[in-house]
């Protein structure tokens, strides 16, 4: 079992930037795949973010391409979200999730472990 718990959600003003965090509890990091979905009010779960197990693949959606930046420290079992010039259309909850292997998915079904969310309010 995997537990994921993300950190570093917050309130910010539009064109402002935050870093989220997600600390994985495996010794086996290096071999899962990390996303972060987010899910904004009133609309269904959707991908925002992945890095591959070994760190060299990274996707993102279209409307955060350019913006947020997707890092993992495997070191410290740990995975960042940068994101820069938010958007009050970025509000949302930001879920981290894992899987084994070395594919990012776009789709939540194919993730096995998922954070609790964290926060992100964007203020106009």
């Known amino acids: 079992q995997v537990q994921l718990v993300e950190s570093g959600g917050g309130l910010v003003q539009a064109g402002g930037s935050l870093r989220l965090s997600c600390a994985a509890s495996?010794?086996?990091?290096?071999?899962?795949?990390m996303t972060w979905f987010r899910q904004a009010p009133g609309k269904e779960r959707e991908f925002a973010a992945g890095?591959?197990?070994?760190?060299?693949?990274?996707d993102y959606a279209d409307s955060v391409k350019g913006r947020f930046t997707i890092s993992r420290d495997d070191a410290k079992n740990t995975v960042y979200l940068q994101m820069n010039s938010l958007k009050p259309d970025d509000t949302a909850v930001y879920y981290c999730?894992?899987?084994?292997?070395?594919?990012?998915?776009?789709?939540?079904?194919?993730?096995?472990?998922w954070g609790q969310g964290t926060q992100v309010t964007v203020s106009s």
């Open positions: 890095i591959s197990a070994s760190g060299v693949s990274t």
């Open positions: 999730a894992a899987r084994r292997g070395s594919r990012i998915s776009t789709m939540e079904d194919e993730y096995e472990y």
């Open positions: 495996t010794r086996t990091f290096s071999s899962y795949t």
